[in-house]
């Protein structure tokens, strides 16, 4: 095995890693967003590249999410292949006419005729200290839009394989960044490569109970089975990578081995992904495969706060995990 196949690097880097590539392949390959240039990005992920394409391939955007992200779309349309950049994703509020009434849509209203590929990155997630107007888990809400897909790497590998990926959609691309996850290192292959769209990957394989997880609670998640390996119960992990489109019959599949499920996400628990997994199980034929109830455990039904005690207590932990799951392991339906 040769050093670039083990090297590591962090989740960050292999983000900027995968957008200097594309940026050198395809010269339709332009970076948007507010303070990406000679700043390098709220999470410093843009770094140098605004001096090694210029500042007309690298994009000082205005103070302005709904027109940002409204350029985007335009040049999308007219066959360049931006990636915009909220600060955090959060902002992505103030442009949901853009992803949600134009980008989302085109398409299917001109029949095939005209594509929008777009690709949004989106910074979220709480344990920065940024309190609730910049740490929220918002992807669910994209994900209930169809014409959108929505991907949430949780390793370097799949940061940049699935950003290379997105490069290659035709269709508008939200990728969701866990903040925590940006220092996170990994084993990250040179070159160019791509991690399919839509699959989720089996991170731990057990036959007591699933945990399906996304973003920094797959880290969490595969803590906690560590911890429960102690107890006897073994957990398959599974990281659902993709939002939408949802790779339900991995899910099923693991139901039916294990019996048992626990949905872990970041998002507020009501209405959550969570709600759409359990749905997927209950309405396919793994439900009769089911020992115990299915158990959503997300976050709290608070806005995230800005105390780091009340803050980590708004959303899932390892012992929550390990608790849910040593609960629901001795539970029967």
């Not at 083990?6 to 900027?16: D, K, N, P, V």
């Not at 949600?100 to 095939?112: P, S």
């Not at 920094?216 to 990578?241: K, T």
Request: glycine share 10%; with cysteine; proline share 5%.
């Amino acid at each position: 095995m040769t050093d670039s196949a083990i090297r590591e690097i962090s989740f960050s880097q292999a983000i900027y890693e995968a957008m200097a590539l594309a940026m050198e392949a395809d010269e339709r390959v332009i970076l948007m967003g507010e303070d990406i240039g000679v700043y390098g990005g709220a999470f410093q992920v843009t770094g140098d590249l605004v001096h090694r394409f210029g500042p007309e391939r690298v994009i000082d955007t205005p103070i302005s999410e709904l027109g940002g992200a409204g350029v985007a779309v335009g040049a999308a349309l007219t066959g360049m292949r931006p990636i915009f950049e909220f600060q955090f994703s959060d902002f992505a509020t103030l442009a949901m006419e853009q992803i949600v009434n134009q980008a989302a849509k085109m398409r299917y209203m001109l029949g095939g005729e005209v594509s929008v590929p777009v690709i949004m990155r989106l910074p979220c997630g709480s344990g920065s200290g940024a309190a609730a107007q910049h740490s929220q888990s918002l992807e669910a809400w994209f994900a209930h839009v169809p014409g959108l897909k929505v991907i949430e790497p949780t390793t370097p590998y799949d940061a940049k394989g699935m950003l290379l990926a997105a490069l290659e959609q035709n269709d508008p691309v939200l990728i969701f960044e866990h903040k925590l996850l940006y220092k996170m290192k990994g084993h990250v292959p040179e070159g160019h490569y791509t991690v399919p769209i839509g699959p989720s990957e089996t991170r731990r394989q057990g036959k007591d109970v699933t945990i399906v997880a996304t973003a920094i609670m797959v880290a969490r998640a595969l803590e906690a089975a560590v911890i429960l390996e102690g107890e006897n119960i073994d957990v398959e992990v599974i990281d659902l990578r993709t939002l939408r489109p949802m790779d339900t019959e991995s899910i099923i599949a693991s139901v039916k081995r294990t019996s048992r499920l626990l949905c872990v996400y970041e998002g507020v628990k009501t209405l959550g992904i969570g709600a759409e997994i359990s749905a997927a199980i209950v309405e396919s034929d793994a439900f009769g495969f089911l020992d115990a109830p299915v158990i959503r455990l997300g976050g709290q039904e608070c806005p995230i706060p800005y105390s780091p005690g009340l803050e980590r207590a708004s959303v899932p932990q390892v012992d929550d995990i390990v608790r849910c799951a040593r609960d629901l392991v001795r539970r029967k339906i």
